[in-house]
C-alpha cells in the first residue's frame, strides 16, 4: 500500500512538474508577441541609432545585430522598416535565413 501511495505521488509530482514546463513553453511562443503595424514596422529603420527591424511571412524580426544589415541596409536595395515577404524568393537564402541566424519574432506584423 505504501509503495501504491509513493508512486501515485511521483506519478503527480511528475504530472505537474510537466504542466509547468508546457506553461513555460507557452510563455515563449508567439501568441503573446505585440502587434506591430507597417507605420511603426517604418521607424525601425536601422539608421541614427535607431534598431532595424524587418517583417517576413506574417512576424517581425530584429535584424540590429546582423552585420548584413548594418544600418539598415541589405543586399538589392533591401532596408530596415519595410514588409521583405515578397522579395525573399529573390534572396539566395530563403526565408530559412531567420532560423538559421536563431531570430525569434519580436512581433506579429498586421
Ligand atoms: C529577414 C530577412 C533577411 C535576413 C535576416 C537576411 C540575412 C542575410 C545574411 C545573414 C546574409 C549573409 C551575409 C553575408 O554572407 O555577408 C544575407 C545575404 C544576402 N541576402 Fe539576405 N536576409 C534577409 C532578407 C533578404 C531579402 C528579402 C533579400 C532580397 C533580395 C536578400 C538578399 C540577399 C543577398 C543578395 C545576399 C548576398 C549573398 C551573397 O552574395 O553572398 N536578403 N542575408
Known amino acids: 500500500m505504501e509503495v501504491i501511495v509513493q508512486k501515485i505521488k511521483i506519478g503527480l509530482l511528475a504530472f505537474l512538474v510537466s504542466g509547468g514546463i508546457l ?3 507557452a ?3 508567439t501568441a503573446q508577441l505585440p502587434t506591430m503595424n507597417a507605420a511603426t514596422l517604418k521607424t525601425y529603420d536601422g539608421k541614427n541609432g535607431h534598431k532595424a527591424y524587418v517583417a517576413l511571412n506574417g512576424y517581425v ?3 540590429s545585430n546582423v552585420s548584413a544589415w548594418k544600418g539598415g541596409k541589405h543586399y538589392k536595395g533591401m532596408v530596415a ?3 521583405l ?3 525573399i524568393d529573390e534572396s539566395p537564402h530563403g526565408p530559412n535565413v531567420v532560423k538559421q541566424l536563431k531570430l525569434n519574432p519580436v512581433a506579429i506584423y498586421k
Open 23 to 25: 506553461v513555460a513553453n
Open 27 to 29: 510563455a515563449t511562443t
Open 61 to 63: 524580426y530584429d535584424v
Open 81 to 83: 522598416g519595410t514588409d
Open 85 to 87: 515577404t515578397s522579395h
